[in-house]
């Protein structure tokens, strides 16, 4: 974290999808504030708020984390991915492509959490069985039911 010129406010370095970016703190307490007020990366949803729905869910060094419960300040010097940083260009990431392919979403308000936690499942090589697929995922809920067609997207980039 670096002090400002006049040392009244702090800025946070880290990189967001891939990009280095400072910001500063202002009035954004949490991760989830500083993406969606600060730099306009919506696609984090606020749900719940507190720690309850996984809308929020982004990556941080690779893990995911609720944006929601985790503090700004906290981010300084760590990489956070974002739906936003999936695709590559006009390419879908393969997580949201199986999505797609298995109808895995309804009003699409979960589903950047859900789909950032999926492919944090894959890598973390807890995709093996539907049972460690559910466990990994039950953080990240649903309201419109769509959670077997999830399982089936992320059944099918485990095993393809
Ligand atoms: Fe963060 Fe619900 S908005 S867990
Ligand atoms: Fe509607 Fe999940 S697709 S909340």
Not at 15 to 34: F, I, M, S, Y
Not at 74 to 100: C, K, N, S, W, Y
Request: glycine content about 12%; hydrophobic content about 40%; aromatic content about 2%.
């Amino acid at each position: 974290m670096t002090a400002g010129p006049a040392s009244s406010r702090l800025d946070v370095d880290l990189r967001v999808n891939g990009e280095p970016r400072r910001v500063p703190l202002g009035a954004a307490v949490t991760l989830l504030d500083l993406l969606r007020d600060q730099l306009g990366l919506t696609g984090a949803k606020r749900g719940c708020d507190r720690g309850e729905c996984g809308a929020c869910t982004v990556l941080i060094d690779g893990q995911p984390a609720l944006s929601c419960l985790t503090l700004a300040d906290g981010v300084d010097g760590r990489e956070v991915v974002t739906i936003e940083g999936l695709a590559r260009g006009d390419e879908l990431h393969p997580m949201q492509r199986a999505f797609l392919a298995h109808d895995a979403l309804q009003c699409g308000f979960c589903t950047p959490g859900q789909i950032l936690a999926a492919v944090a499942c894959v890598e973390a090589g807890a995709a093996g069985t539907d049972e460690s697929i559910r466990q990994w995922m039950s953080g990240n809920l649903c309201r419109c039911a769509a959670h077997p067609q999830m399982l089936a997207a992320i059944r099918s980039i485990a095993a393809p």
